[in-house]
């Protein structure tokens, strides 16, 4: 029998959806933030560039111009009542933030600073709304810190709310029975000892799955457990096809340089020093939205107009030298002291190489606009679960997020979920839950420890990694990505064979891995499947053999869920459009 902790909330996840959550919860209930790494590790951490809001602090703006862009951003799939809501809910949002403690930069006049992002615009002329548009300052930002010192604010946040922090421990399954959720299953990595969280609500907020890809800028702890949880509950996950590549990862590494270097005029660079972003966007170039500039960069290698590095790989460059030192010191100091140190390049001088690099899940774990998750595409939830941040769908990132709006996504639907808790929370009781509720999860730890075989968790961790970068990357086509689903079903395989080299309970990382490798291949199969399924190109999801947009017959969001040892089962959900009919996405 299993211990079992009783609170009335349990959030999974300690990065700023999360923790923006267990800041609503009211101290009269108990809640509990499960993470697998200390809080203020969470990839929230690694943010860099801002988090936006139509502030107006630098020049005119207005929360309709930042709904436009999302919607733009999104390729029209967002869903626009959920994006009118971050919207206009993002300056309150910041506001609320500055007021927690948030140490944001400031202009001139004293006030929060903004900086330009891709794809934020405003129109030249404010009665021409679909006329020609311009970058706008809307991304506020603490040097190229944000993610940091968010994640310090609501952390402390948290802690003078009396929050009750599990920091490393591993959750390994939702119990949801008869559409209820009743609580999950962890393991305290520190002891081995397996862990019973029996509460009236569970929320996941268990971040993104960049690590599927072999060039990432996401943290190692980014291998979509709770996606993976979900999917493997039997429940739907939404638009995993459409994963986001951020255009400027050091070229090999994958560490990420913010959009924050364009934003502040950097520029991309091709071996002919050209200027080629403005052939791609002449109106807004270096600062289009992710999946255009990223497609641009690989377009510009294919061609030949790329750098070979020693390798034998090839980049192209973004140049921030002409900002000058004050400018780089003052605004890019973390992000240029990666190029120094990973790369050996100085800034202030030479071009830093860069390549695309995996980036953002757009798609995820479907939820309404109060994070309740559906249970299916016709708009059912699932009694007490909840999500929230990159593991969620709600949707407002659409086919492609706009950047600076994850950030703004954490704190607007966090906050949303923690209301929408509290309210569930004042009529429900404690529901009972079998003592053995823990045996699946015990059994298969068991069942890894005493395994033999032959295969090891790097090598299949490493060939699933090289291959979506292959096969399900920024370019795709339905060769590849059947490749990729044979792929997958090889490594399954294999998975049964694996054996770690520590048994033992203490620290046991091996364990760990293997359990966020069976993760990461679930989030890839759900990733190829949704890929080779719908047949166009939108947004970040590029298909060679489909090449335009089709809204007759793919205007929906794709619902997969897993058919026991079958191919996944896909359904869809209509896109709600409110103002903007789908137009020609053109920069
Ligand atoms: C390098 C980088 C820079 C970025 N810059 C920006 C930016 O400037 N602006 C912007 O808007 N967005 C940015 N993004 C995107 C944004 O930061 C992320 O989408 C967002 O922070 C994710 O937050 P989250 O709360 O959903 O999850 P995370 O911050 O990833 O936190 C996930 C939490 O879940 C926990 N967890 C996961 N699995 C388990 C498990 N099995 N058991 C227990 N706990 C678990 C982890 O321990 C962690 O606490 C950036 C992303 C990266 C990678």
Redesign the pocket.
């Known amino acids: 029998m299993s211990i079992i902790k009783t609170f009335d909330v349990v959030i999974?996840?300690?990065?700023?959806?999360?923790?923006r959550a267990a800041v609503e919860i009211p101290k009269e209930y108990s809640c509990a933030v499960?993470?697998?790494?200390f809080?203020p590790?969470?990839?929230?951490?690694?943010?860099?560039?801002?988090?936006?809001a139509a502030l107006g602090n630098m020049e005119e703006d207005s929360p309709e111009n930042h709904v436009f862009d999302t919607i733009k951003g999104s390729d029209y799939l967002g869903d626009q009542d959920k994006i009118e809501i971050m919207c206009y809910d993002a300056v309150r949002a910041i506001i609320e933030l500055e007021h927690m403690g948030l140490p944001f930069s400031r202009n001139a006049e004293g006030k929060i600073a903004q900086r330009k992002f891709g794809g934020h615009t405003k129109p030249v002329d404010p009665n021409e709304p679909f006329g020609k548009r311009v970058p706008v300052d809307r991304?506020c930002?603490s040097a190229d810190r944000?993610?940091h010192v968010m994640?310090q604010t609501l952390y402390e946040n948290c802690i003078k709310n009396s929050v009750n922090f599990f920091s490393e421990?591993?959750?390994?399954e939702i119990i949801i029975e008869n559409g209820i959720c009743k609580g999950v299953v962890?393991f305290d990595i520190s002891t081995g000892e397996i862990i019973i969280f029996h509460s009236k609500v569970v929320m996941v907020?268990?971040?993104?799955y960049?690590r599927v890809y072999r060039i990432t800028?996401?943290?190692h702890?980014?291998?979509g457990?709770?996606t993976a949880?979900i999917y493997n509950a039997g429940l739907p996950l939404e638009d995993m096809e459409f994963y986001q590549f951020h255009p400027t990862g050091l070229w090999r590494l994958g560490?990420?340089v913010?959009?924050?270097a364009r934003g502040e005029g950097g520029i991309l660079k091709n071996k002919d020093g050209e200027r080629f972003m403005a052939r791609y966007a002449p109106s807004v170039m270096d600062l289009a939205p992710r999946d255009m500039v990223s497609r641009a960069i690989i377009t510009e290698i294919r061609e030949g107009r790329g750098i070979k590095g020693s390798d034998g790989t090839d980049y192209v460059f973004l140049d921030v030298s002409h900002l000058g030192k004050k400018i780089i010191d003052e605004k890019l100091p973390e992000i240029t002291g990666f190029a120094r140190t990973y790369l050996g390049v100085e800034p202030t001088k030479e071009p830093i190489p860069i390549q695309p690099t995996a980036?953002?899940a757009m798609g995820g774990i479907p939820t309404n606009e109060n994070c309740e998750v559906f249970l299916n595409e016709t708009g059912d939830i699932v009694k007490g679960l909840y999500a929230?941040?990159?593991?969620?769908c709600v949707s407002v990132h659409g086919a492609n997020r706009l950047?600076?709006?994850?950030?703004?996504?954490?704190v607007v639907f966090?906050r949303r979920g923690g209301k929408a808790i509290n309210k569930f929370l004042q009529s429900v009781e404690l529901s009972g839950i079998n003592r053995d509720a823990a045996d699946k999860s015990k059994y298969a730890m068991q069942n890894i420890l005493e395994k033999s075989g032959n295969e090891k968790v790097y090598a299949i961790r490493t060939e699933l990694q090289e291959s979506m970068m292959d096969f399900c990357g920024i370019f795709r086509n339905e060769n590849d990505l059947k490749k990729m689903v044979d792929k997958i079903k090889e490594l399954k395989e294999k998975y049964k064979n694996i054996s770690v080299q520590d048994k033992g309970k203490i620290f046991n990382t091996d364990l760990v891995e293997a359990?966020e490798l069976d993760?990461l291949i679930s989030n890839a199969e759900s990733t190829v499947y949704g890929a080779l399924n719908r047949k166009e190109s939108r947004g970040a999801h590029d298909r060679e053999d489909f090449p335009a947009r089709d809204d007759v017959n793919w205007l929906k969001h794709t619902f997969i869920s897993k058919n026991g040892g079958q191919e996944p089962v896909i359904k869809y959900k209509p896109v709600t459009i409110t103002k903007y009919q789908p137009m020609e996405r053109k920069y």
């Open positions: 999974i996840g300690a990065g700023g959806a999360g923790l499960l993470s697998k790494v809080p590790r969470s990839h929230t951490g690694t943010a860099q560039g801002g988090v936006c991304a930002y944000t993610g994640l421990y591993f959750v390994t962890a907020a268990t971040g993104g960049g800028s996401n943290a702890v980014g291998t457990d709770g949880l560490i990420l913010s959009e924050a980036h953002y929230a941040g990159e593991c969620a950047g600076t709006n994850s950030l703004l996504d954490l966090g359990l993760n």
